[in-house]
């Protein structure tokens, strides 16, 4: 049988055999994937390659064998290839170490470099390199220039910290850039211009980045980019400036700051939890600056660590309380069910800085899970066990969004099936969904068990109306701006109504958020709205200690029991009492 080309260079310099097994499979692999597969020694002396080397490495295969790694990678990533060699050497897997190779010609061609110990030569290791571009799943999202979105950089981030803790290797940088003028710089200079500007400043961006293709468009004029320490924010800056000059003949001012990925005491998912938190302030939070990350660069892990710590210390003792606020029928006066309010020590003030910020660092759904715990053993005990009374749990979109955790919080309210009817929840809006069919059928089990769900502040962040096309649920809670609007401005009367009216025609139940006075409830009613909370019907309560049993300690100066059910003020005459989807 013919051999394919370069298949008879299966001998080194000593004359044995290299490879134990047939050479076909080896080579066939090898040109398929478009990989160059190496068998090399612990000190990277290659003894055998084989495959596409000519476009990875600018040599023929039959040359390689009389070379090392180190005259084939860069200087400036020889620290990261020898820590590769080192753990391949001690029985690791190494996957992905992204290098640069300095082909003849002068070019830098973006590497992956993978590998473990030979299985039948010992001292020997087996070693593919593969195009940098591969790092990447096909399913990872770009943008027409070829960059990541803020999802796939998070994601890359993330395995490049895990991957540098194995080996103590502090050479991945993440730079943060800010171009706060480039759009009035289409206003100035054109869209074409411009545009032609934005290709050649993204591609200087690839470039840079680690195996080429770590670059990012963050939105609003923001970017991203992991590179080696042998780059510098200056640098960067420097260079866009430059580009802005021979392109458009107009000044640029880009900001940039680096961050390490070096965790000192941190553990690797602490330091992306973290890292990813750094990258959603830059992104999303306005008032966080260039300048504030260049100040807190490398402490902002440590701060932000132990913030973390302290929330899962906070989590772990169950140092927190819940307080119930009343959602009332609007026609009928009664109480239909308290939503679980949570507050974090002894201020009770909001948590809602707490809850984004374990939001953003991947603690929400320990917070979630020990939250539901909770209410589901206030609910099986006096005065939380009155049969008439319903609450209603918060989740966030991003624990719905964790399958992990979904799977948690559902065998949770699995096991409370003695809470049918009487256990709702609520769905955040603060951290959007990504897989709105995903977190549907998670709701759909929630109901099937009897609990109803709802979609909470809508109209507001990430709860669009999308939402309603793509979650089943049983009601929603307008958000309070549309409601204070409503009732202060009149042009804004019709986002309201069309909130009520798509409610109406879908038959979800709607509540309205922050009603303060008599008169916003009135208007309420108008619109149909048909149950209402904020401080007209009570504030945030816990139920009065100095009584005992089911249902007194839950009487305020607002609220009164009558014929077994909790009412605000007085009822309306033959006013019914309708559920949220309650069976």
Same mark, same amino acid.
């Given at each position: 049988?013919?051999?394919?080309?370069?298949?008879?260079?299966?001998?080194?310099?000593?004359?044995?055999?290299?490879?134990?097994?047939?050479?076909?499979?080896?080579?066939?692999?090898?040109?398929?994937? /478009?990989?160059?597969?190496?068998?090399?020694?612990? @000190?990277?002396?290659?003894?055998?390659?084989?495959?596409?080397?000519?476009?990875?490495?600018?040599?023929? =295969?039959?040359?390689? =064998?009389?070379?090392?790694?180190?005259?084939?990678?860069?200087?400036?990533?020889?620290?990261?290839?020898?820590?590769?060699?080192?753990?391949?050497?001690?029985?690791?897997?190494?996957?992905?170490?992204?290098?640069?190779?300095?082909?003849?010609?002068?070019?830098?061609?973006?590497?992956?470099?993978?590998?473990?110990?030979?299985?039948?030569?010992?001292?020997?290791?087996?070693?593919?390199?593969?195009?940098?571009?591969?790092?990447?799943?096909?399913?990872?999202?770009?943008?027409?220039?070829?960059?990541?979105?803020?999802?796939?950089?998070?994601?890359?981030?993330?395995?490049? !910290?895990?991957?540098?803790?194995?080996?103590?290797?502090?050479?991945?940088?993440?730079?943060?850039?800010?171009?706060?003028?480039?759009?009035?710089?289409?206003?100035?200079?054109?869209?074409? /211009?411009?545009?032609?500007?934005?290709?050649?400043?993204?591609?200087?961006?690839?470039?840079?980045?680690?195996?080429?293709?770590?670059?990012?468009?963050?939105?609003?004029?923001?970017?991203?980019?992991?590179?080696?320490?042998?780059?510098?924010?200056?640098? !960067?800056?420097?260079?866009?400036?430059?580009?802005?000059?021979?392109?458009?003949?107009?000044?640029?001012?880009?900001?940039?700051?680096?961050?390490?990925?070096?965790?000192?005491?941190?553990?690797?998912?602490?330091?992306?939890? /973290?890292? +990813?938190?750094?990258?959603?302030?830059?992104?999303?939070?306005?008032?966080?600056?260039?300048?504030?990350?260049?100040?807190?660069?490398?402490?902002?892990?440590?701060?932000?660590?132990?913030?973390?710590?302290?929330?899962?210390?906070?989590?772990?003792?169950?140092?927190?309380?819940?307080?119930?606020?009343?959602?009332?029928?609007?026609?009928?006066?009664?109480?239909?069910?308290?939503?679980?309010?949570?507050?974090?020590?002894?201020?009770?003030?909001?948590?809602?800085?707490?809850?984004?910020?374990?939001?953003?660092?991947?603690?929400?759904?320990?917070?979630?899970?020990?939250?539901?715990?909770?209410?589901?053993?206030?609910m099986r005990q006096d005065p939380g066990a009155?049969?008439?009374?319903?609450?209603?749990?918060n989740l966030s979109g991003r624990s719905l969004?964790?399958?992990?955790?979904?799977?948690?919080?559902?065998?949770?309210?699995?096991?409370?099936?003695?809470?049918?009817?009487?256990?709702?929840?609520?769905?955040?809006?603060?951290? =959007?969904?990504?897989?709105?069919?995903?977190?549907?059928?998670?709701?759909?089990?929630?109901?099937?068990?009897?609990?109803? +769900?709802?979609?909470?502040?809508?109209?507001?962040?990430?709860?669009?109306?999308?939402?309603?096309?793509?979650?089943?649920?049983?009601?929603?809670? !307008?958000?309070?701006?549309?409601?204070?609007?409503?009732?202060?401005?009149?042009?804004?009367?019709?986002?309201?109504?069309?909130?009520?009216?798509?409610?109406?025609?879908?038959?979800?139940?709607?509540?309205?958020?922050q009603v303060e006075d008599e008169a916003t409830?009135?208007?309420?009613?108008?619109?149909?709205?048909?149950?209402?909370?904020?401080?007209?019907?009570?504030?945030?309560?816990?139920?009065?200690?100095?009584?005992?049993?089911?249902?007194?300690?839950?009487?305020?100066?607002?609220?009164?029991?009558?014929?077994?059910?909790?009412?605000?003020?007085?009822?309306?005459?033959?006013? @019914?009492?309708?559920?949220?989807?309650?069976?």
């Amino acid at each position: 049988m013919k051999k394919p080309p370069g298949q008879d260079r299966n001998q080194g310099a000593s004359g044995e055999a290299r490879i134990g097994r047939p050479q076909e499979a080896y080579v066939a692999f090898a040109f398929a994937a /478009a990989d160059l597969l190496m068998e090399t020694d612990h @000190s990277g002396r290659i003894i055998f390659a084989v495959g596409a080397s000519m476009s990875l490495v600018g040599r023929p =295969a039959r040359l390689l =064998a009389t070379m090392t790694l180190e005259q084939l990678i860069r200087p400036e990533d020889m620290a990261r290839t020898r820590n590769a060699l080192r753990r391949m050497a001690r029985g690791e897997r190494v996957r992905h170490t992204l290098l640069h190779v300095a082909v003849p010609d002068g070019d830098i061609v973006p590497v992956a470099l993978s590998g473990y110990p030979h299985p039948d030569h010992e001292g020997r290791l087996l070693l593919v390199l593969t195009h940098g571009g591969t790092i990447m799943t096909p399913t990872v999202k770009r943008n027409d220039e070829g960059l990541l979105g803020r999802e796939g950089f998070e994601a890359l981030a993330g395995g490049l !910290i895990k991957e540098s803790a194995k080996d103590s290797d502090d050479s991945y940088r993440m730079t943060l850039l800010d171009l706060p003028e480039l759009a009035g710089l289409r206003a100035k200079v054109g869209a074409e /211009a411009t545009a032609g500007f934005i290709a050649r400043f993204t591609d200087y961006l690839r470039q840079c980045s680690v195996g080429g293709e770590a670059a990012a468009d963050l939105g609003d004029s923001k970017y991203g980019l992991i590179h080696g320490p042998d780059l510098s924010a200056g640098q !960067i800056e420097t260079a866009i400036s430059g580009l802005a000059q021979s392109i458009l003949g107009a000044d640029l001012h880009p900001d940039a700051a680096t961050i390490s990925f070096d965790g000192g005491e941190i553990s690797p998912q602490e330091a992306t939890n /973290a890292l +990813v938190y750094t990258l959603n302030r830059f992104a999303q939070d306005g008032s966080a600056t260039i300048q504030d990350l260049s100040r807190m660069a490398r402490p902002t892990l440590s701060l932000t660590v132990t913030k973390m710590r302290e929330i899962k210390q906070t989590i772990g003792r169950g140092d927190f309380q819940l307080h119930f606020q009343p959602i009332v029928d609007l026609w009928s006066g009664a109480v239909h069910h308290f939503e679980c309010l949570v507050r974090f020590g002894d201020s009770g003030a909001s948590p809602y800085n707490t809850v984004v910020f374990a939001e953003d660092t991947g603690l929400v759904g320990e917070l979630d899970c020990a939250i539901l715990a909770r209410a589901i053993a206030f609910m099986r005990q006096d005065p939380g066990a009155e049969p008439s009374l319903r609450f209603a749990v918060n989740l966030s979109g991003r624990s719905l969004s964790s399958s992990s955790v979904a799977a948690r919080l559902v065998r949770m309210i699995s096991e409370a099936s003695d809470l049918r009817g009487r256990l709702l929840f609520e769905l955040t809006e603060s951290a =959007a969904i990504s897989d709105l069919v995903a977190a549907n059928a998670i709701i759909q089990e929630i109901r099937g068990r009897g609990h109803p +769900v709802g979609i909470d502040d809508f109209g507001s962040g990430a709860a669009a109306f999308h939402y309603l096309r793509g979650l089943k649920v049983d009601h929603v809670k !307008i958000d309070g701006s549309y409601v204070r609007e409503a009732a202060s401005k009149p042009e804004s009367l019709p986002f309201l109504r069309a909130i009520t009216q798509l409610c109406r025609e879908l038959k979800v139940a709607t509540i309205a958020e922050q009603v303060e006075d008599e008169a916003t409830a009135n208007l309420l009613r108008v619109y149909n709205v048909r149950y209402g909370q904020g401080y007209y019907f009570g504030r945030p309560m816990q139920p009065s200690s100095r009584h005992q049993g089911g249902r007194a300690p839950w009487v305020t100066p607002l609220t009164q029991w009558r014929n077994g059910l909790l009412f605000f003020g007085a009822p309306q005459a033959g006013a @019914s009492t309708p559920s949220i989807g309650v069976s």
